[in-house]
């Protein structure tokens, strides 16, 4: 008999003003949504006055660009380190900071299903000690890592 995996757990809290701003997929698991995707996938989030964030995820195609903007609110009790995400009203994703740098220089995001993770950079590439926390913080919550996909991104960092 298998033993049951340990509940999904999210970051203790996430200070939403550091949080916001560009972030840049390093890897992900490979999602419906994002089949078009070849290249360059970002996700920008802005506070909106209504205590709500705006979401804007962004990535490269074969003929250009695809977007899809949509909303995210912080869950009650849980420091705002779970939200409920819409891009498609009236469908509301679980959307868990599961790990977080002290520095906010990546952060994994997830669901508690374990069917979705996201492994994203303030910067194109993550250097490896970084991308190697960022593996290890999603380990630790019994990710599947042999689905992680790395994401391709044209742009680099300035030197």
Known sequence: MALAQAPVASVPSVDLARYSGKWFEIASFPMFFQRNCVADTTAE????????IAVRNRCRTESGFDEATG???PVEGFGNS???????WPFKSDYWVL???PEYRWAVVGNP?????????????LPPALMEAARASALAQ?????????????VTPPQ
């Open 82 to 88: 779970r939200l409920k995400v819409s891009f498609f």
């Open 113 to 125: 299903n374990r069917k979705y993770l996201w492994v994203l950079s303030r910067t194109p590439q």
């Open 142 to 154: 019994g990710f599947d890592l042999s689905q992680l996909h790395t994401t391709v991104q044209s």
């Open 45 to 52: 989030y802005s506070a909106v006055a209504d205590g709500s």
């Open 71 to 73: 909303k995210a609110t």
């Open 99 to 101: 790990g977080l740098d």
